[in-house]
Each structure stands twice: as structure tokens, then as C-alpha cells.
């Protein structure tokens, strides 16, 4: 009997390492994200024969990829490509947001440490991260052999894509010039990032968000990841996301097509070429399934517009809530019933309406009038109320899968199209809309089972992860609500 049960458990485990063996997978899962890169830069910024090129040729195109949520920013950006959903589901409401009414940024973590970097830098964790992603499926879906490292400048766009469990996730620390991890991932810097802060130590000290170094430091600290952590080389698909972050702050900074974007594009033409150069030659092209698209797109600024005739305008959210508090003192004689604000979204002060025994729906319906500016702000509306707005429903659905209780804001405001966050006077470009230059997002796939090719349906962000799931037969993450777009 008890050779029966032996043998019985020998061909279970044959069996089991037979299925295991029969499921086809590329060595390396490479995801990389331009920030604020709209899709018609793919077209602006491609020269001859290099990276985009590259992608452009050998890769298949989502040529009409949209965000379906609102407000289109880096953190919830970053969280929604890689989770397949949407802030409604995964949490990642903005950039910052309010918890228990503090407002923190999307990735702080009090709780933990920073690993490198000085005594101003602050511990961060994926923790605010709600739903699963890419790199957590596949961890499970692999017995926790997959291995999957993250990088970028920013913080949000090295841990947000990089999930609950990376070997490593590693961003530029600016007190500090140097790029630094926390506690949440190990307790001290691997060496091989000790070493490349060393090397670097001068490029690092330079202006490396507002110029092309951003872009060759992040390349290449990607490749020390690929090398050192031997991405690719195990029995299981390990992951490397990489986001540059230096295209959508010299944006920010000096606007889009401005000689410094340019300059960063140029350059980060030449990275990707390198990059998947070096991902052909160690991975080899067949091993791995690379896909590039963006956070969100980004405006002209005002200036360039206004200097061509093109309709366009400028908003300050924390100038209008100053203006509707003095209207909402007068109408209810309390200070301050609109606390904060985090851009498009406001927040109440229920501390004040409740002591003041005023009604919540009244001091909201009277915000939204006090926010709503002729030529700049076309809707601002109670998020609980949304229904009774008389607003497009594709602003209702954006507005709802955007918003998640209890860290977003209670009222939204939806500004003029064309209409951005900052100053007329500024000539960076913003983002942050519903609109296409904000939403309009690029999307390729190239490598591993990818046929060459293009197409013009609707597709989405959150397609993203639903696709490289469904290819690499892994669950989807947990809240995706994306459809696959290749068929393989
Ligand atoms: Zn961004």
C-alpha cells in the first residue's frame, strides 16, 4: 500500500513538471515607459535607423491606445499599465493623495527606511499599491522564482511597475545624487549599485532631469540590473520595467518640442537602439517580449498656442479654491470649507461642515459653482453625486474610474478643453486631462511571439497587462479590467 502511494505521488510530481515544462515562455518580460511622451512623438522623434525606428519596424503598433480615467498622471499612470486597471481598483488616485486625511505621495511609506541617500531621504514601498500586477503575477504564477528589478529617476515609476516582491527597485534620489532603494526591499544598497553611484558620481551631480544624461544613467543602470542580477539567465521569465522620467520634467520645465526635449529625444533614440542591442545580444530577440508606451501624454504650453492662434488657457487649482473659500464664507460663514486640493481634485473639510451642523451636499453644490470659471473651468462636480450632472458620460466613466474613496478629493473639476494646470505665462507643457494630448498614449509590443504589424481600433491602457498575461498564460492581475490585444 505503501509503494502504491509512493509511486502515485512520483507520477503526480512527473506530471506536474510535465504541464510546467509544456507552458512556452520568453526569458525576459522588458517593459519600458517614456514619461509624457504622447503617441505622435513616435512619428516627431524618430531618426533613420535607431530605436524607435527599431520598434517601429520589428514590433506591432497600438496606434489609437487611450487612458480611461482621469487625472492622467505619472503615479496612477505607472500603476495602471503594469496592474491592467484603473485608480478606482488599484488606489493610485494621483501623484498624492489623502490617507485618513493626510496627504502623502503616492509611494511614501513612514514605516520604512531609506537604503542609501542621506538623512532628508524618506522610506517608499509599493504598499499604497492595491491590486496585483505583471511582476506579481508572474512571481506566482512561477513558484516565487521570477525575478523582476525596477528603475527610473522618479521613485513612483521605479516601485509602482516593479510590484510587491522585486529583487530591486532603484530611483534617483536628489538630496542625495545617487540612486537609493528603502527597508521595504533589502536592508542594504547591492553592491553592484554602491559601485555604479561611485562610477557616476560627477554625471550624477549634473542636471541629469533636465538633459540627455537623465536618459543614458537610466539606460544604463538598467543594464548593470540586467547583468548583475542575471535577468533572463534563470528557469523562470524575470522582468525589467525601466521609465525615464527626464522627458516629462524638462517638459514641465522648458515645454514640449522645446530644444531640450528635443535634445532628450535624440538621445534617448540612440539609448533605446543601444539597449535593445544589448537585449538582443545576451536575451537574444526570440527570448524576450518587450513592450514601450507612456504614462500620459502632455499640452503645449500656452505661449507656443497663443503665438499660432490656437485656443488655449491656464488654471490654478490652488488660486480657485482660495477664491471659493472667500464665496463659501459668505454664503455659510465658515472658513476654509474647502480644505485642499491635489490638482483637479478638492477636497472637503467635513471637520467644519460637521461642527458648523452644515449640510455636506449644499457646501459641495455651492463649491462646484464657486469653482467653475467661464473660459476655464467647464464642470466641477460632487464626485458622489456624478450622475445627476448634466456632464458627457465619457467624463462620468473617466471620472469614476479615476476616483478611489477615501483618498481622492470629494468635488472634480474638469477644466476647458485646452485648457491646463499653471500659469499663461509658462511655456512648460502640462497634463492631467481627459483630452487627447493627455490621453492619447504610444503602445508597441516587440520580441517573443510578436508578428510585426499596426493597428487603429480603440485599445486601452489597461490592455497592456491583460495582453502580456494572456501571452505569457499567467493570471491577470487581480483588479485588471483590460482586454487582450495580440492573439497568440
Ligand atoms: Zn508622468
Not at 542636471?207 to 537623465?214: E, F, Q
Not at 464626485?383 to 450632472?389: F, I, T
Request: glycine share 8%.
Amino acid at each position: 500500500m505503501e509503494k502504491m502511494k509512493r509511486l502515485f505521488l512520483v507520477v503526480m510530481a512527473l506530471v506536474a513538471l510535465c504541464a510546467a515544462a509544456q507552458v512556452e515562455r520568453p526569458k525576459l518580460v522588458v517593459g519600458i515607459v517614456i514619461d509624457q511622451m504622447r503617441w505622435d512623438y513616435l512619428y516627431t522623434y524618430t531618426w533613420g535607423d535607431r530605436g524607435f525606428n527599431t520598434l517601429l519596424t520589428d514590433g506591432y503598433r497600438c496606434n489609437n491606445t487611450i487612458i480611461d480615467y482621469v487625472p492622467t498622471v505619472t503615479a496612477a499612470g505607472h500603476a495602471s499599465i503594469f496592474s491592467g486597471t484603473t485608480p478606482a481598483f488599484h488606489g493610485i488616485a494621483g501623484n498624492s493623495y489623502s490617507i485618513n486625511g493626510k496627504t502623502v505621495s503616492s509611494v511614501q511609506d513612514d514605516t520604512e527606511k531609506a537604503v542609501g541617500g542621506n538623512e532628508k531621504t524618506r522610506g517608499k514601498s509599493p504598499r499604497n499599491l492595491i491590486t496585483t500586477n505583471i511582476a506579481d503575477q508572474l512571481y506566482l504564477a512561477t513558484d516565487y522564482k521570477s525575478r523582476t528589478v525596477g528603475v527610473a529617476l522618479k521613485d513612483r515609476a521605479a516601485i509602482l511597475p516593479s510590484g510587491h516582491n522585486p529583487v530591486g527597485a532603484y530611483w534617483f534620489d536628489s538630496y542625495s545624487k545617487s540612486f537609493v532603494t528603502s527597508t521595504y526591499y533589502c536592508d542594504k544598497l547591492p553592491k553592484w549599485v554602491a559601485d555604479f553611484n561611485k562610477k557616476n558620481r560627477d554625471v550624477l551631480a549634473g542636471d541629469i532631469n533636465n538633459t540627455p544624461a537623465g536618459t543614458i544613467i537610466t539606460f544604463a543602470l538598467a543594464e548593470q540590473a540586467l547583468i548583475n542580477e542575471h535577468l533572463g539567465q534563470g528557469e523562470a521569465t524575470d522582468m525589467l520595467t525601466i521609465s525615464v522620467s527626464n522627458t516629462d520634467m524638462a517638459a514641465h520645465n522648458t515645454g514640449s518640442h522645446s530644444p531640450k526635449v528635443d535634445s532628450i529625444y535624440w538621445q534617448l533614440d540612440k539609448e533605446l537602439a543601444r539597449f535593445i542591442g544589448i537585449l538582443d545580444e545576451r536575451i537574444g530577440r526570440d527570448n524576450y517580449l518587450l513592450f514601450l508606451t507612456a504614462d500620459h501624454g502632455g499640452t503645449h504650453g500656452c505661449p507656443r498656442m497663443e503665438s499660432i492662434n490656437m485656443p488655449n488657457g491656464a488654471w490654478e487649482s490652488g488660486e480657485a479654491r482660495n477664491v471659493a473659500n472667500e464665496e463659501l464664507k459668505k454664503q455659510f460663514g465658515v472658513d476654509l470649507l474647502l480644505k485642499k486640493d491635489h490638482g483637479f481634485t478638492f477636497y472637503l473639510n467635513h471637520e467644519a461642515i460637521d461642527s458648523a451642523g452644515l449640510n455636506t451636499h449644499e457646501v459641495a453644490q455651492a463649491a462646484c459653482q464657486a469653482l467653475a470659471k467661464p473660459n476655464e473651468v467647464e464642470w466641477a462636480v460632487e464626485v458622489a453625486d456624478l450622475d445627476n450632472y448634466p456632464i458627457p458620460s465619457i467624463l462620468k466613466e473617466r471620472i469614476k474610474l479615476g476616483y478611489y474613496p477615501g483618498r481622492s478629493g470629494d468635488i472634480y473639476v474638469i477644466q476647458r478643453t485646452g485648457v491646463q494646470l499653471g500659469k499663461t505665462e509658462w511655456a512648460g507643457s502640462n497634463h492631467g486631462t481627459w483630452s487627447q494630448s493627455d490621453s492619447h498614449i504610444p503602445l508597441i509590443f516587440m520580441g517573443w511571439h510578436v508578428t510585426p504589424g499596426e493597428t487603429s481600433r480603440l485599445t486601452h491602457m489597461t490592455d497592456i497587462a491583460a495582453t502580456v498575461c494572456a501571452m505569457l498564460h499567467i493570471q491577470a492581475p487581480n483588479g485588471c479590467i483590460g482586454t487582450p490585444i495580440l492573439e497568440y
